[in-house]
T-cell receptor, first 114, second 115 residues
Framework: AQSVTQPDIHITVSEGASLELRCNYSYGATPYLFWYVQSPGQGLQLLLKYFSGDTLVQGIKGFEAEFKRSQSSFNLRKPSVHWSDAAEYFCAVGPNQAGTALIFGKGTTLSVSS | GAVVSQHPSRVICKSGTSVKIECRSLDFQATTMFWYRQFPKQSLMLMATSNEGSKATYEQGVEKDKFLINHASLTLSTLTVTSAHPEDSSFYIC???????????FGPGTRLLVL
């Protein structure tokens, strides 16, 4: 079955510290992978995506993610977290077919302490 | 990037009434739109997929007669919650995907509260 697992429900990081949010997926074919961020009461903003090519992808707001096929992972990283990064982060996987919906993980809540 | 809008952003209605939520792609043609529902502190659950000019495809467990979806043009899809009840209170988010593009762009969401 197709699924996305985000093992960490809630993470607290000190401002200025590094961050890694984990994402593992189960998918029968080569997936398209996404990370979205959601602030309270808001919609989802695309941080970055991986379709093919270089397995280390750069996104907005200083985020990056690395696709590791052998581990079925697509972890999100940021070298130095800012207080404004506190939000809900969702990993999603999708097929390479137009018109097909994404499968989302349950999300990880990031809190940033001063 | 592409912009998707939703209207209204927040709506309060009485039990038994119907509510219409609009989802618009502002700067691209959305051949496919998706409607999601999100409960507090939970992930997005896909409700239905709509392709322009055809009937929506509903996920298992979603009542198509209760959640009416219309995708009459390449820039507009509507979700109508008919005879709303308090348990329909939720955050509804649409997303849009253009042509053969792989990326979905999300609207800002609509908070529905049914009293």
């Amino acid at each position: 079955a197709q699924s996305v697992t985000q093992p960490d429900i809630h993470i607290t990081v000190s401002e200025g510290a590094s961050l890694e949010l984990r994402c593992n997926y189960s998918y029968g074919a080569t997936p398209y992978l996404f990370w979205y961020v959601q602030s309270p009461g808001q919609g989802l903003q695309l941080l970055l995506k991986y379709f093919s090519g270089d397995t280390l992808v750069q996104g907005i707001k200083g985020f990056e993610a690395e696709f590791k096929r052998s581990q079925s992972s697509f972890n999100l990283r940021k070298p130095s977290v800012h207080w404004s990064d506190a939000a809900e982060y969702f990993c999603a996987v999708g097929p390479n077919q137009a018109g097909t919906a994404l499968i989302f993980g349950k999300g990880t809540t990031l809190s940033v302490s001063s | 990037g592409a912009v998707v809008s939703q209207h209204p952003s927040r709506v309060i209605c009485k039990s038994g009434t119907s509510v219409k939520i609009e989802c618009r792609s502002l700067d691209f043609q959305a051949t496919t739109m998706f409607w999601y529902r999100q409960f507090p502190k939970q992930s997005l659950m896909l409700m239905a997929t709509s392709n322009e000019g055809s009937k929506a495809t509903y996920e298992q467990g979603v009542e198509k007669d209760k959640f009416l979806i219309n995708h009459a043009s390449l820039t507009l899809s509507t979700l109508t919650v008919t005879s709303a009840h308090p348990e329909d209170s939720s955050f509804y988010i649409c997303s849009a995907r253009g042509g053969t593009g792989e990326t979905q762009y999300f609207g800002p969401g609509t908070r529905l509260l049914v009293l």
